[in-house]
């Protein structure tokens, strides 16, 4: 009896958006350790750079050395390359006067077999979509202060007392302490997974990301219409994404 296999191809694309004179984002795509990650650096002098990428390095070299072992608790194991990522940022920061503060945000999924399932892990503001038939559905809940206080219900009608939207509650290196968040997933055929940095976020709604989406694109054309539509509304940011599209085969 034939059953179905799931694949995934994927693509991604990083800009240094209109503004910024550098950029401090950094993607991966492994597909040999299916790894797929956005960072999002911050700190002057280049430190953002640093930061994404020690964070994007340790985070991918973890997750291969982790797939030559057997019986791993997929979790566990992510939350400990996220960590390791934090303390390498943190032990560099330490080092160099001009790095100090620098940190980053992440944003991971990880196959780890070659099963269905799929981990979500995210530290920061960096975001993660899923387009799954007619549902549109963001995975991340940004880690930033306007968000701990629009969930506490803080807000007040004044506009000008909201904290800065921007402003992260938890980022790699910048932070003492930090929680990740974790979710597993099981893929389906026909999904379609957004790994992005808020260069895209903040220039985009998320009606105006699901329409690009839905233009029936292969990944890297997809890819390229999203920075393009961020570019095209100002590009005020560096602009990261990473498009999966999952398909099925029949064994």
């Known amino acids: ?38 960072a999002d650096g911050m700190g002057g002098h280049q430190a953002g750079e640093v930061a994404s990428r020690i964070a994007a390095e340790v985070i991918s070299n973890k997750i291969a050395r982790l797939e030559k072992k057997s019986r791993i608790d997929p979790s566990n194991a992510l939350r400990d390359a996220i960590l390791s990522a934090h303390q390498a940022i943190r032990k560099q920061a330490h080092r160099t006067i001009s790095h100090q503060g ?35 559905i963001r995975l991340t809940e940004d880690h930033t202060i306007f968000n701990q206080a629009k969930k506490a219900g803080l807000l007040g009608d004044d506009p000008t007392a909201y904290p800065p939207r ?61 920075i393009q539509a961020a570019l095209d509304q100002g590009g005020k940011d560096n602009v990261s994404v990473v498009l999966l599209q999952i398909h099925a085969a029949l064994i």
């Open 102 to 136: 620098m940190g980053s945000t992440i944003v991971i999924l990880w196959q780890p077999a070659t099963d269905n399932e799929m981990w979500l892990a995210h530290v920061g503001d960096s975001r993660t979509y899923l387009l799954r038939g007619t549902d549109f």
């Open 1 to 38: 009896m034939l059953e179905k296999s799931l694949s995934i191809e994927a693509a991604g694309l990083s800009h240094q958006g209109l503004v910024r004179e550098q950029n401090e984002d950094r993607f991966v795509i492994d597909q040999s350790i299916g790894c797929y990650l956005v």
């Open 166 to 226: 921007s402003m992260l509650s938890q980022a790699l290196g910048a932070s003492d302490v930090i929680a990740p968040d974790l979710t597993r997933i099981d893929m389906e055929d026909g999904d379609t997974f957004l790994l992005c940095s808020d260069g895209l976020t903040d220039m985009l709604l998320d009606e105006q990301i699901e329409t690009v989406l839905r233009s029936g694109s292969i990944p890297a054309d997809l890819c390229q219409k999203l």
